[in-house]
Structures are given as structure tokens and as C-alpha cells.
């Protein structure tokens, strides 16, 4: 899988409202920001999985009424998102929608 | 050693980069009593915006050295972000060392005026042209609410407040600290009376980050000449160096608030305890607090119970920061390492007014990069 492809699948999914990832085939590692090769273990056998959408908040931060934060997805990985909801809470269950934006939001459950 | 050093900073600073950057150029020549044609090696930087505005500019290091008339034998352009200059002096100090080269200068800063008022920073100032990416990630990134790196900082915060209970109060308690230094340094943008109080009271702008928690981006140039004298300056060189860079973006990271400047200084940290005062990267207040726990001068988590309970002027038990810091003295385009090395200079030289008592070692610590990806630790002594 080459990178021009991952991106087209990620298109593809957030156009699905799914929030995809890749997962290491030869070491399991999960991971979000596109590569072809595995940043942990150099692997190129990788594929596109689907996360279930669920996560929680690693850390956030308010800005201007909006809440930015990082998140902690239930498949391992961590990911940059806006969050749309009250009381941002580290540790607060996070499900992900999707808003004007192409891309992935957490809204506090 | 370094035989001249020199800042030019203004807060808005009405002429070109290239007169701002000639005129720190000139005055550390003139301090270390030589000629532009005794300059055999130039290092400097580049970041997006902070030169005229240019996103990039091709060959810019040699560019440079036409503009300001100097023919070196080595060019070379450190990418780390606030701590390059500090990388910098370690180079040059090695190259010096290994012969053939007598002068390097170093030239570090820009105009931050420039992108500040565009309300960006230059980490985003890739969001002003369509075409322009400067990330990776540029496409998963840029319809989303962030500013970094504020947002990284007060991320990272926030995770410290989570994990450790550290308050609000103790990083104000480390902006009101660093500014009565700032008060009696007679050098600073920004002085006056300042408490704890005033800093909770000034507007949040990425929670939990106050605006007088937030260096200013100013515009400014700082030169040093490295050379294989120090003229008539104190013979100060690099006693311990370190340097680390982890490339894992944030979210990637295990642990946000565990920064690479636990590499970079964990070959000499019993060295670091033993010096005389210490000038810490204070992009914002609990940029300071990381490297007090990560440089393992205080335990992890106790860096706001330290900073509470700590006098840190210049005769205090633990004189930090005491220029006041960039917080105090505005960030010259987005790089706070320069503004820590002066202040080291000026102290160890005794020209400080500031002045620690026999301030014989330094121990200094930049951190940058897309948040804290780059640290470098080092200790200046005779």
C-alpha cells in the first residue's frame, strides 16, 4: 500500500463518517497519521482498519469556546481532534462524529 | 569561546530583517574587536514568516553572508527550533577546536511582529497559503481549532495539572518570580509590578494558559562570534552537552509531559545541581516546569511545590531565569534560545545588572520543534 493510497482510503472513510487507522500487520502497532511503513518496526505490511469510534480524552485544552484535544482511541492509538461537548475532563468517554468539517471530531458521551 | 556577543531587540522593529540582523552583527564584531573579514563560519536558522515574511527562501544562509559581506569557509543551518543557536555554539566550538576556522558567527532571530500580526504563529503559518504545506499531515490537521505550539504547551498543562495536581497558581507564582528578575535586569521588554493575582486575572487563551504565561513574539537578533580566543572576554566554554531529539509527534508519544530533555541532560545531571544559576527555555510557564522535572533538578511532579517554595533570584538559593527570561524580554521570532545565552553571557562575564554572585557555571536548557521534539542541555563554565 503506497501513501497516495492511504489517503484516498481515509478520504473514503471519513466520507463514511469512519475514523480509520492502520494496524501493523508484522508487530500489531496501531497508528493514525499515514505512513506506509510501521513506525515501531519498519514493516511495509500494514492495512486500513476501522476504529469502533470510541475513546477517551488524553488531554485537552479550550480555546475561544473550542475544545482541542488529544484522544484516546479504545484500539490503542492517540489522535489530535476538535471535541465538541461541556466539561472537557481528562479521562472523559469521547464518541466520534462527524460535523462541517471532513474530518474526524470526539463529542463528549 | 565566545569573544562578542550582541541583541538588537525591538518590539516591532519598523526596517528590513537585514538591517535588524546587521545591526546585532556589527555590535558583537565590535565587541570582540574584529572585522567582518576574520568571520570564516556562519550558522544561523530559518523559520517560516520571520524573515520579511517569506514562507521560504532558497539557499538562505548564503544569502545572508552576501547581504552582510562575510566569505566563510563553513555555512551550515540548524532546524531545531528555539534551541538551535545552543546546538550551534556546540558546533562551532567543535569545528573551531578541530582547526582551520578562528570565527563563527552565529546569527539567530527574525521579525515575529510580522507573523504575530497575522494572528498565526510559525507553526501555522502554513494555514495562510492554500498550496503551502510545511507538516506531513498537513490535510488531517488543517480544518481543526488549534494554534500551536500554544495549544501543544497547554496540553501538556493540562496533563501535568491531571497527573501531578499542579495548580494554576504555581505557574503564576513562576511568571511573578521570573519578573521581578526581569524588574531588576534594566534590560527587559516588559517590567513593572507583577503578582499572582494579575496573572490569574489575565484572559485564559488555551486553557489552562494564561496570556501572561505566553511569551510575546518579538522582533530581534542575536549574534554570537565563537572564536579560538576569547579576547577580552572570560574564557567560557562547554563543560557537559547534550542533545535529543525525539521525532514522535504528541499524540504519538507514550507520555506528553515525559520531554526529550530527560535525554539530553542525563549524562551530567549530578553536574547540573552543582551550578551557580540556571536560564530554562520559558516559552511558557510549564515549559519551565518540564525541564525542572525532566532535567532531573527536581523530582517528576514536584516542579510546582519547588517553584512555590524557591527563591529564584539572582541571590537566591536557585537563581533561574534572571533576565526574566523570554516571558519578560519577548520572544525574538519564536526562539527563546538566544535570549537564555545572553543572559548566561552577561552573567558569567559579570556585566550583568542582575548580577549572581561568583557566577561561574551556568547550566542552560532549550527545548523546540514541533512541541518539545528537540531539547539541548549544556553547561557553560571556564
Known amino acids: ?97 462527524f460535523k462541517d468539517s471532513q474530518l474526524p471530531c470526539g463529542e463528549i458521551i | 569561546m565566545i569573544s562578542g556577543f550582541a541583541e538588537s531587540v525591538y518590539k516591532k522593529y519598523g526596517r528590513s530583517v537585514y538591517e535588524l540582523m546587521e545591526e546585532s552583527f556589527f555590535k558583537a564584531l565590535d565587541m570582540a574587536g574584529l572585522q567582518r573579514s576574520d568571520i570564516q563560519g556562519f550558522i544561523t536558522t530559518f523559520m517560516p514568516g520571520i524573515f520579511d515574511d517569506n514562507v521560504y527562501m532558497h539557499f538562505f544562509p548564503d544569502q545572508v553572508c552576501n547581504y552582510l559581506g562575510i566569505h566563510p569557509k563553513y555555512i551550515d543551518s540548524l532546524d531545531y527550533g528555539g534551541p538551535s543557536v545552543l546546538a550551534a555554539l556546540y558546533r562551532a566550538e567543535r569545528l573551531i577546536k578541530n582547526g582551520g576556522i578562528d570565527n563563527i558567527l552565529l546569527l539567530f532571530g527574525g521579525k515575529g511582529s510580522l507573523v504575530r500580526e497575522k494572528k498565526v504563529t510559525v507553526d501555522s503559518f502554513e494555514s495562510l497559503y492554500e498550496n503551502v504545506t510545511n507538516t506531513p499531515y498537513k490535510s488531517l490537521f488543517r480544518e481543526y481549532n488549534y494554534t500551536n505550539p500554544l495549544s501543544d504547551y497547554a496540553l501538556a498543562a493540562q496533563r501535568h495539572k491531571y497527573m501531578y495536581k499542579s495548580t494554576d497558581e504555581q505557574r503564576a507564582i513562576l511568571a511573578v518570580k521570573q519578573r521581578k528578575n526581569a524588574n531588576a535586569s534594566g534590560y527587559s521588554m516588559f517590567s513593572g509590578n507583577l503578582s499572582a493575582d494579575d496573572v490569574l486575572n489575565s484572559s485564559v487563551i488555551s486553557s489552562p494558559l494564561h496570556l501572561l504565561e505566553i511569551v510575546y513574539p518579538v522582533d530581534g537578533f542575536h549574534a554570537f562570534i565563537v572564536s579560538k580566543s576569547a579576547g577580552k572576554l572570560r574564557a567560557l566554554k562547554i563543560q557537559n552537552y547534550g542533545e535529543a531529539h525525539w521525532t514522535d509527534i504528541p499524540p504519538e508519544q507514550n507520555d506528553i509531559i515525559l520531554i526529550s530533555a530527560s535525554e539530553s541532560s542525563n549524562k551530567f545531571r549530578n553536574e547540573i545541581k552543582k551550578c551557580d544559576f ?105
Open chain 2, 278 to 382: 540556571y536560564e530554562l527555555y520559558d516559552s511558557f510557564t510549564i515549559t519551565v516546569m518540564l525541564q525542572l522535572e525532566n532535567t532531573g533538578i527536581v523530582p517528576k511532579g514536584k516542579s510546582g511545590k519547588f517553584i512555590e517554595n524557591t527563591s529564584m533570584s539572582a541571590d537566591g538559593e536557585f537563581p533561574l531565569n534572571t533576565g526574566g527570561g523570554s516571558l519578560n524580554r519577548g520572544q525574538p521570532a519564536y526562539m527563546s534560545g538566544s535570549v537564555l545565552l545572553y543572559e548566561s553571557l552577561l552573567q558569567l562575564n559579570n556585566m550583568a545588572k542582575n548580577q549572581v554572585k561568583s557566577a561561574n557555571k551556568v547550566f542552560i536548557n532549550g527545548i523546540g520543534g514541533w512541541s518539545r521534539n528537540h531539547s539541548v542541555s549544556m553547561i557553560i563554565g571556564e
Open chain 1, 1 to 97: 500500500m503506497d501513501l497516495k493510497e492511504i489517503y484516498q482510503v481515509y478520504k473514503e472513510k471519513f466520507n463514511d463518517k469512519k475514523l480509520p487507522y492502520i494496524e501493523c500487520n508484522n508487530c500489531k502497532y496501531n497508528f493514525y497519521y499515514p505512513r506506509n511503513i510501521c513506525p515501531k518496526c519498519g514493516s511495509h505490511d500494514i492495512k486500513i482498519n476501522e476504529s469502533n469510534g470510541n475513546g477517551t480524552i488524553y488531554s485537552y485544552t479550550v480555546m475561544n469556546k473550542s475544545i482541542w484535544a488529544i484522544v484516546s482511541l479504545n484500539e490503542g492509538f492517540k489522535m489530535y481532534m476538535d471535541i465538541y461537548g461541556n466539561n472537557p475532563e481528562i479521562n472523559k468517554k469521547i464518541k466520534i462524529i
